[in-house]
């Protein structure tokens, strides 16, 4: 029996969602060629954002001021035309970025074993350790998830986010750990980010707070948007995005409180920014965290990423995952119930 085309049930996707892989419409062109272009879709937490900004974003591993001379040399396109970098983008908006050769830094298959939930032909779903960056950046070119996934998966991985993201449709911090979904074809990479961008997709953490919190449950709703003050943070802004955040608490410690964060949007280091704002940043987390210093052994925040539910691109079939609690998470949990605060 032939296996079922992909669909993407009750999800309307924009046009300007599903780029062909290097905007070259089609075109036969040598793979000399190909490996010098990167295209980009401009995610909902980049909009309105300047062009130079954008790109400097989306290609990690150049410069600002490198991206900026190729803009202005017209060797990046905004919607397949040139643009001035100070020019405000849109989300959907298509970006196609030439680079020399010389620049394209060579992102190798590792043998880095995976710890997979889920797999099929379409997609895989990884708990990921913490201390694994996603995908390449500066001075993480190798150990990175999509090392790992390149290994694993070969040649079958979308190519939708350009060579050093293939198939990655999203991704947690480096000390975040737990579920990554990985596309293995780019119909499965737009069925999952179309999810992602109608908020559709349930997303579940796992994290230590500090403080007692009284409230059972509670729902911060506040947009985020880039730090004014630093770059690569993330703040609370008027200006901003809409961020929401829904949290249960789970238990109490007195100095600190165990929940689960529940994502309704997902913008970039939503739950840390938002934790840090009403006070109780979590455990460990040490750009958010202000000047607590962890007693734990944490290296980095105390947060996972632990239930992953979608609608399977081929199937229409609801998926969940579940990524257990990894062993220095429960180390803690084990110590804060045995009174060691």
């Known amino acids: ?41 401009v995610p909902e937490d980049l909009d309105s954002e300047r062009f130079d900004s954008v790109i400097a974003s989306l290609s990690e591993g150049h410069s600002r001021s490198y991206l900026k001379t190729l803009i202005k040399d017209g060797s990046v396109l ?25 620049m394209m830094p060579d992102i190798k ?5 995976l710890d997979i939930l889920y797999e099929d032909e379409d997609l895989l779903v990884v708990n990921k350790p913490k201390g694994m960056v996603v995908h390449p950046a500066p001075g993480h070119y190798t150990g990175t998830l999509v090392n ?21 449709v999203h991704r947690i911090d480096r000390d975040t750990t737990g579920s990554v979904i990985v596309c293995k074809n780019d119909a499965a990479h737009i069925s999952i980010a179309a999810q992602l961008q109608d908020h559709t997709i349930v997303r579940r953490y796992y ?34 995005k809409r961020a929401v955040t829904h949290c249960r608490v789970l238990r109490r410690f007195g ?34 965290g202000g000047s607590r210093k ?37 180390d803690i949990l084990s110590k804060l119930d045995n009174g060691a605060l």
């Open 1 to 41: 029996m032939k296996n079922p085309e992909i669909m993407i049930p009750e999800i309307m996707i924009p046009e300007t969602v599903i780029p062909d892989r290097y905007g070259l419409s089609g075109q036969e062109t040598a793979d000399s060629e190909i490996s010098r272009k990167e295209t980009f879709i």
């Open 109 to 113: 298959p590792e043998n880095i074993p």
């Open 148 to 168: 790992a996934v390149m290994y694993h998966c070969g040649s079958s991985l979308s190519g939708i986010n350009g060579i050093l993201r293939p198939g990655i």
């Open 78 to 102: 905004l919607n397949g035309a040139a643009a001035k970098p100070s020019v405000r983008v849109r989300e959907g908006d298509k970006i196609i970025l030439v680079l020399p050769q010389k």
């Open 294 to 330: 962890s007693r734990f052994k944490t290296e980095g925040q105390c947060l996972h990423a632990g239930i992953l539910g979608f609608i399977h691109p081929r199937t229409g079939e609801y998926i969940e995952t579940a990524a257990p609690i990894p062993q220095y998470f429960e």
């Open 255 to 288: 100095a600190y409180t165990y929940a689960e964060c529940r994502l309704e949007t997902g913008r970039t280091h939503q739950i840390r920014v938002h934790m840090s704002y009403v006070h109780h940043p979590l455990l460990g987390d040490e750009v958010y």
């Open 207 to 240: 994290a230590i707070l500090y403080d007692n919190i009284a409230e059972d449950e509670f729902t911060v709703d506040k947009p985020i948007g880039r730090d004014p003050k630093d770059r690569k943070k993330m703040a609370v802004r008027p200006d901003g």
